[in-house]
Nanobody
Framework: QVRLVESGGGLVQPGGSLKLSCADS??????????IGWFRQAPGKEREVVSC????????SYEDSVKGRFTISRDNAQNTVYLQMNRLKPEDTALYYC?????????????????WGKGTLVTVSS
């Protein structure tokens, strides 16, 4: 049973950093997903993609507003994907979700997610 669990959220001042983690606590086996993605949803807004990574070749993609500030990485041995967030801004405030895709979607790395976590809240405020 897949159970994605996010952690690492919290309250941080503008300009600060947080590192989010996404782990699969359900399977007990090495990850065999095609890719993992981070998404976020701010109050009153639709969910949007943040960043995604292929677990096979490590290719990545980033939403334009986070390029140069956020870094996604994987540790396949630990069944964990990380999102390092630097130079955080108030507009980064959102509930951050991780999601996993079983297969490569022709539309791109951040499409076709099959499993979702419940999210971890990131609040950027002074």
């Amino acid at each position: 049973q897949v159970r994605l669990v996010e952690s690492g959220g919290g309250l941080v001042q503008p300009g600060g950093s947080l590192k989010l983690s996404c782990a699969d606590s359900g399977s007990g086996y090495p990850w065999d997903y095609y890719g993992i993605g981070w998404f976020r949803q701010a109050p009153g807004k639709e969910r949007e993609v943040v960043s995604c990574i292929s677990l096979s070749d490590g290719s990545t993609s980033y939403e334009d507003s986070v390029k140069g500030r956020f870094t996604i990485s994987r540790d396949n041995a630990q069944n964990t994907v990380y999102l390092q967030m630097n130079r955080l801004k108030p507009e980064d405030t959102a509930l951050y979700y991780c999601a996993a895709a079983d297969y490569n979607d022709y539309r791109g790395l951040c499409y076709g997610m099959d499993y979702w976590g419940k999210g971890t809240l990131v609040t950027v405020s002074s």
